[in-house]
């Protein structure tokens, strides 16, 4: 496993539309592992393959630091409700900005053995599972930011 460089903002990848994955290799494998322990040692709570310049259908999540979900090939099909807060990325470093997205988001996926799950989620995973399919379509948080990005508060400001 290998910690990979997270592409920022203004890199053109993060602006493209991943392609469906239609096996599970042992480079993909290797790819999803490296995805989760890049996503630890950043400390965010989602992250997906373009992130990391693949431009592959994967995402790799955790909101809680004990519920790891993998998604491969990742469709919303049902959300509802409405929330309204603050956002940020592992592409826009040192940045938030206030989102609304929906209060619960329900997805379909292919799991690691590429069999057909769901996951449904409110609050901050419905939240983390819209920001990241996002991702897979070349859209960036920023361009639902309602006002200004804001500076992320460092320790010393705390």
């Known amino acids: 496993m290998a910690i990979r460089q997270v592409r920022e903002m203004g890199d053109e990848i993060l602006s ?50 004990e519920d790891l979900h993998v998604l491969i090939n990742p469709k919303i099909v049902e959300t509802s409700g409405e929330q309204t807060g603050s956002e940020g990325c592992l592409s826009v470093p040192g940045k938030m900005g206030q989102v609304t997205r929906p209060n619960y988001a329900k997805v379909v996926y292919l799991d690691e053995n ?38 992320v508060p460092t320790e010393e400001e705390d």
Do not use: F, W
């Open 114 to 151: 590429m069999q057909l799950a769901e996951l449904e989620g409110t609050e901050l995973l419905a939240r983390c599972i819209c920001h990241e399919c996002d991702h897979l379509d070349g859209k960036l948080y920023v361009e639902k930011v309602e006002g200004d990005l804001v500076d």
């Open 16 to 65: 493209k539309v991943s392609k469906e994955v239609t096996a599970m290799t042992p480079r993909t494998r290797e790819l999803i592992d490296d995805m989760i322990e890049t996503m630890y040692a950043s400390n965010g709570v989602g992250l997906a393959a373009v992130q990391v310049g693949v431009l592959k259908r994967i995402v790799v999540m955790d909101t809680t630091g």
